[in-house]
């Protein structure tokens, strides 16, 4: 079994910058790790994505430019270092792992779910 913790969620302003952490405990070497986030009123979306190894990510359109997925294997844990960022990107952040050769994109094919860190930006 794999538990997700994320942390690092907060207020910040408008152009201003924020580093999630995810740490898990389990198994989760061979696992895709993903970032999704959940507005209010809204459905949850997709975020990123980081590999197994690190070496290949994904963003949503979004986020692309400003948010950096990276992970660290001997810690086990993720991060999201989000940039510039707009009061849209205010969210519950949710870090999310799949199994290698599931897609990333939907919620709904995450295997294991933390309870989220909730990221407030002003204008």
């Known amino acids: 079994q794999v538990q997700l913790v994320e942390s690092g969620g907060g207020l910040v302003q408008a152009g201003g910058s924020l580093r999630l952490s995810c740490a898990a405990s389990?198994?989760?070497?061979?696992?895709?790790w993903t970032w999704f986030r959940q507005a209010p009123g809204k459905e949850r979306e997709f975020v990123a994505a980081?590999?197994?190894?690190?070496?290949?990510?994904d963003y949503t359109d979004s986020v692309k430019g400003r948010f950096t997925i990276s992970r660290d294997n001997a810690k086990n844990t993720m991060y999201l270092q989000m940039s510039s960022l707009k009061p849209e990107d205010t969210a519950v952040y949710y870090c999310?792992?799949?199994?290698?050769?599931?897609?990333?994109?939907?919620?709904?094919?995450?295997?294991?779910w933390g309870k989220g860190t909730l990221v407030t930006v002003s204008s």
């Open positions: 980081i590999n197994w190894s690190g070496g290949s990510t």
């Open positions: 389990g198994r989760t070497f061979t696992m895709t």
């Open positions: 999310a792992l799949t199994s290698v050769g599931r897609s990333y994109l939907y919620a709904y094919d995450m295997d294991y």
